[in-house]
Structures are given as C-alpha cells and as structure tokens.
C-alpha cells in the first residue's frame, strides 16, 4: 500500500542553522513526489517536486529510491520558513497521498 | 479568480443534518480534487474529477458523501446525516491538466458536527 511517513512531528532549530525534514516513502511503482508547505494563515501550496529537481527559497529534496526517501534539505534556516510541511506521494496518475506533515519552528 | 475558492469558511452541523460545501476551482482547471483533513493529519483524498466526470470516488468514506461537479466548474461535496467523525476541514484543489501538475488548494472549509 502507499504511504507516507513523516517521522518528525516538530522540528525546532535556530535561524541559520540547517535544516533537514525527513520523508519516507512506500510505492511498488515510480513515484512522484512533492513537498507542499503551508505557512500560518496561508492556504498550502506547492513548494517543489522532485521531477523539476528545483531549489525553492533555498529548499532543496532528492529523491533516493535505494532508501525509499525525499527529505527536504536548507543549509541555512531563515525565520519566515517558520511553516507546516507536508510531503506527497503521487500515484495512478490523480492520487496524492500526504504525510501527517512536520512542523518547523525556526527560532531568532 | 484569484484563487480557489471554498465556502462556508466554517459550517457548524447538528449531527444528523445534511451539509453542502462548495468549491469554485481556478477557471479552465480540468481536475478538481476534494480531500478530509482531520486535525493533526495531512489531507486524506477523497474524490477526484476531470472536467464533470468523476474518475475517482475511492476515497468517499462512506455513501453519506456525494460529490458532483455538473458542469466541469463548480463543485459541492455533500454530506447526508452528519457524524461527529465527519469533523474535520475539507479542502478542494484543482490542477490546470492532469497527473504531475501542482495543486492550487482553497482555504478550507472547517465543519464541526456537533
């Protein structure tokens, strides 16, 4: 079956520091994947997708098929990246499946 | 439009009635998505449309949820004799084509069954 797994609830660091929110995912077939963010009082919104092989506000995630992870990577945490973050599977071409999503506190 | 559009913002039921919720997707968007997010969860998918067609009611709980889309624009998911589980806050999406395209999400609407 497919699924998502995002260990981490909350996830605090202080700004500047790196950040890595983790993502896993479980699909028999090839995958889409995508992290979607929403900020407080914001509707959620696409950040990237692995198919672009983007950086987005300084956010990049590689897809490693070997360890079935799209962990979302920042060297540097700014304040404003302070936000819920969900990762998405995308299958059987109108399917997304979220993760519970991870909460980053960026700290001043 | 500026963007997806749901209403009510916030729809507060009896348990038992019946609710609607609408969705006014970006205009020319051929799929439209409904998903259920429970609090502390990520949106669980629901039902899926292209164009007035729906491809997709996989996600439906159960046959109290009905979802149309008439006329490839406008939808509402309806909700028949309301359970307190059915509390949650229900978001529509929609794409400009079909799978790979990113999602434009609405704000929600949050219903609570009392």
């Known amino acids: 079956a497919q699924r998502v797994t995002q260990p981490e609830k909350l996830l605090s660091v202080f700004k500047g520091a790196p950040v890595e929110l983790k993502c896993n995912y479980s699909?028999?077939?090839?995958?889409?994947l995508f992290w979607y963010v929403q900020y407080s009082r914001q509707r959620l919104q696409l950040l990237l997708r692995h198919i672009s092989r983007e950086s987005i506000k300084g956010f990049t995630a590689d897809l490693n098929k070997g360890e079935t992870s799209f962990h979302l990577k920042k060297p540097f945490a700014q304040e404003e990246d302070s936000a819920m973050y969900y990762c998405?599977?995308?299958?059987?071409?109108?399917?997304?499946?979220f993760g519970s999503g991870t909460k980053l506190n960026v700290k001043p | 439009g500026a963007g997806v559009s749901q209403s009510p913002r916030y729809k507060v039921a009896k348990r038992g009635q019946d609710v609607a919720l609408r969705c006014d997707p970006i205009?020319?968007?051929?799929?439209l998505f409904w998903y259920q997010q429970a609090l502390g969860q990520g949106p669980e998918f629901l039902t899926y449309f292209q164009n007035e067609a729906q491809l997709d009611k996989s996600g439906l709980p159960s046959d109290r949820f009905f979802a149309e889309r008439p006329e490839g624009s406008v939808s509402t998911l309806k909700i028949q004799r309301t359970q307190q589980e059915d509390s949650a806050v229900y978001l529509c999406a929609s794409s400009l084509v079909l799978f790979g395209e990113k999602l434009f999400f609405g704000s929600g609407t949050q219903l609570s069954v009392l």
């Open positions: 699909y028999s077939g090839s995958p889409e």
């Open positions: 998405a599977l995308g299958y059987n071409f109108n399917k997304f499946y």
């Open positions: 205009s020319g968007h051929v799929s």
